[in-house]
């Protein structure tokens, strides 16, 4: 057969691409790059990433010991969350979160006594304060982007000047709804940040299972608005795409899909067991690439960080992560109308009966 | 009062609450030109723009869940989705994200969205259209389930469920869109969509329906009443929550019920109401409680659906069942 050859015209890509990074793992910064915040700023974010590690290892401690229940832990993606938790105003923007953002959910407002509420069982951790500009942990899978979508768009469509940032990963990506939640951003140009943090497992699937795109960043341009690839342990370049981002969706150019390359350090909750599934090269490679540690060097070179400041902080955020959980651990436990309550803006007649104990359906719990 | 099919009665209702308050927008496949696949939108791309009226993607997941973000940025949506077999792919975000949204914020948020869809048979619609699928969302608690069976109730009970802070689906006859006509208030009047409704009164027999189902159960009772049996016709209207007390005290005064659904009989809501009044009217009851619904088998081509949705033999004859003990 002769005549014009026909060949695809979006054929896809295979060579690597670069993500964005500012800071080295040395702590220098790159070639030519400018520090995106302030120091007192870099400082704060610092603050945030260690308490969130702090976090982790005591709330792993205390889910061993049978008193917090199972959780998953950001440990190794710290600088992914702040930095991008960062680049956003709480004053005014969302944040729509999934389940392992905690730094980004005490930035807006977010008690940790509640998020520890939350994942002991008890019905108080779903209390977001009225002035926390958040939506409630999602456990559902990419189940929050549709309803990202919907929020950024109705404060656009009622000229309030706000963006909405939702977290989300690898695995979620892989969810119909992800697929719906971009092509609806793209069509009404919705000012939200899709920030998609791939930590390299869902459990235990490993990214190259999820898609065999060379990048999730670059499904962007497919629902027609911008993508972004940025080291997701490098703080600066984190938060310098993100702020790009949150630039872009308040003056009206509609959403970007930031894919931050990060990696999971621990298991995916309490539950799991990565020994089965992760290799040990992988992690001491990752461990290298520390996001806490490279921010400390950048401080250290300039005078604001050292072996002294180092332990006061670490005692610090380590009191504050007691505090939270002594205050969680002194809760009440639920009672029945727990069960009931805020199903409906009243009880109906049948949960009524239910509560008031003349129905079979309702356990009483056995008190200590 | 003005007379107006069903249909009519809906767009009278959405009007009226756009006009009231301009925080209410209506978003769907085809709501915009077109009115809908059935005209329910008819004209109100015109006259409240696209800003309120917005033809979404096709893709229902995400029409539910914006709905959500979107009351919770402090709009009201009124969602079309075109056939209630299509909410399937919303049934998550209806289900676990809509109707939990108040109960897993502990009262910080409340999802204010009506979801509007069609169902049930007669409308000779391709495969997989016209599953009447209501009792699957009587489990989701935080979410309230109505389905009105005439224009004056659409109406009134639309405007209820838009000024409502819970999500309400509300579940609209797709065979009585413009078969079913009645006299509509043209002022903004509200029925409560939490109470059942005694349609007709007679001594022998209770019939229980709700949507399509209560002009069977009508026209059964006019067959009935003619061979000198006298039935009660009891509109449910809302299922979730369901108004119990209006059906047991039906009930125990004719010591008789049917339930009528077009829905299949295997947990369709009908064996709720059975089980209900059955504990309620125990001591007035003289016969075992009847079930008139679908067969245990999926929603057929349209062919053979008049065969498969309950008609009114098949209610007159449960009846005489219910006559014989």
New interface residues.
């Given amino acids: 057969m002769k005549g014009r050859s026909v060949i695809p015209q979006f054929a896809h890509v295979a060579e690597p691409v670069s993500p964005l990074s500012l800071l080295q793992p040395n702590g220098e910064l790159a070639r030519d790059a400018v520090p995106p915040m302030p120091d007192d700023q870099v400082l704060q974010a610092l603050r945030l990433m260690m308490l969130s590690r702090a976090f982790d290892r005591k709330g792993v401690s205390y889910q061993r010991q049978g008193r917090f229940g199972t959780f998953s832990s950001v440990h190794g993606q710290e600088a992914s969350v702040v930095g991008s938790a960062f680049a956003i105003d709480p004053a005014r923007d969302w944040i729509v979160p999934s389940y392992r953002e905690l730094p980004a959910l005490l930035r807006q407002g977010l008690a940790l006594e509640t998020f520890i509420l939350y994942f002991k069982g008890h019905p108080a951790g779903g209390c977001i304060p009225r002035d926390a500009r958040l939506l409630p942990i999602q456990i559902s899978l990419a189940a929050q982007l549709p309803q990202a979508v919907g929020l950024a768009w109705g404060l656009q469509l009622q000229k309030i000047d706000a963006v909405v940032l939702t977290y989300f990963g690898d695995g979620a990506s892989s969810e119909g709804d992800f697929h719906e939640a971009c092509n609806l951003a793209g069509v009404v140009k919705a000012p939200l940040i899709f920030f998609l943090q791939n930590n390299g497992w869902a459990i235990s699937t490993p990214r190259e299972r999820q898609s065999a795109a060379r990048t999730f960043a670059e499904r962007a341009p497919g629902y027609g608005f911008d993508g972004m690839l940025v080291d997701g342990n490098d703080l600066f370049a984190v938060y310098a795409a993100t702020k790009t981002a949150v630039d872009r969706a308040r003056a009206g150019l509609g959403p970007t899909l930031i894919e931050s390359l990060t990696y999971r350090l621990g298991a995916h909750n309490t539950s799991d067991d990565p020994t089965r599934y992760v290799k040990p090269e992988a992690l001491t490679a990752w461990k290298t690439l520390n996001p806490i540690l490279r921010v400390q060097r950048y401080l250290t070179v300039r005078g604001l960080w050292n072996e002294r400041t180092e332990s006061d902080w670490e005692n610090e955020v380590s009191d504050e992560v007691d505090r939270a959980f002594a205050a969680a651990f002194v809760v009440p436990p639920p009672a029945p109308d727990d069960l009931f309550q805020h199903t409906y803006a009243e009880l109906t007649q049948r949960q009524l009966q239910q509560l008031s104990g003349t129905n079979s359906q309702l356990a009483q719990p056995k008190r200590a | 009062m003005p007379l107006m099919n069903m249909l009519e009665a809906i767009r009278a209702g959405i009007s009226t609450a756009m006009e009231a308050d301009d925080k209410v927008?209506v978003l769907g496949q085809d709501v915009g030109k077109l009115g809908g696949i059935f005209r329910a939108t008819d004209g109100l791309l015109a006259r409240f723009g696209q800003?309120r009226v917005v033809d979404?993607?096709l893709?229902e997941?995400?029409i539910?869940?914006?709905?959500?973000?979107?009351?919770?940025?402090?709009?009201k949506p009124i969602v079309e989705i075109q056939f209630m077999g299509f909410t399937l792919q919303a049934f998550?975000?209806i289900v676990?994200?809509v109707a939990r949204?108040?109960?897993?914020?502990?009262?910080?948020?409340?999802a204010s969205v009506v979801i509007r869809a069609p169902f049930g048979g007669g409308g000779k619609t391709p495969e997989l259209h016209s599953d009447a699928i209501e009792a699957q969302f009587t489990q989701a608690?935080?979410l309230?389930v109505v389905a009105p069976s005439n224009p004056h109730d659409a109406k009134g009970m639309l405007l209820r469920a838009i000024n409502?802070?819970?999500p309400v689906l509300f579940c609209e006859p797709l065979r009585g869109y413009r078969l079913v006509k009645s006299e509509v208030p043209s002022e903004p009047v509200e029925v409560d969509i939490?109470r059942a409704n005694v349609v007709r009164k007679g001594k022998d027999v209770t019939l229980i329906a709700w949507s399509a189902a209560v002009h069977l159960a009508l026209q059964a009772a006019d067959v009935l009443s003619a061979g000198g049996i006298e039935a009660t016709v009891v509109d449910v209207r809302s299922l979730l929550?369901?108004?119990?007390?209006t059906l047991v005290t039906a009930t125990q005064q004719t010591g008789r019920c049917v339930v009528v659904h077009e829905a299949s009989m295997t947990g369709g809501f009908g064996a709720e109401i059975a089980a209900t009044v059955g504990k309620g009217a125990f001591y007035e009851l003289q016969a075992p409680i009847e079930r008139v619904t679908a067969p245990d088998a999926p929603y057929p081509l349209s062919a053979a659906e008049l065969m498969f949705i309950p008609n009114v033999e098949r209610v007159v004859h449960a009846v005489r069942q219910t006559l014989v003990v």
């Fill in positions: 927008m800003k979404m993607p893709a997941s995400v539910v869940g914006s709905a959500l973000g979107l009351a919770i940025s402090g709009l998550h975000q676990q994200q949204m108040r109960y897993r914020s502990r009262g910080r948020f409340t608690h935080g309230k409502d802070t819970d939490t929550p369901l108004d119990a007390e």
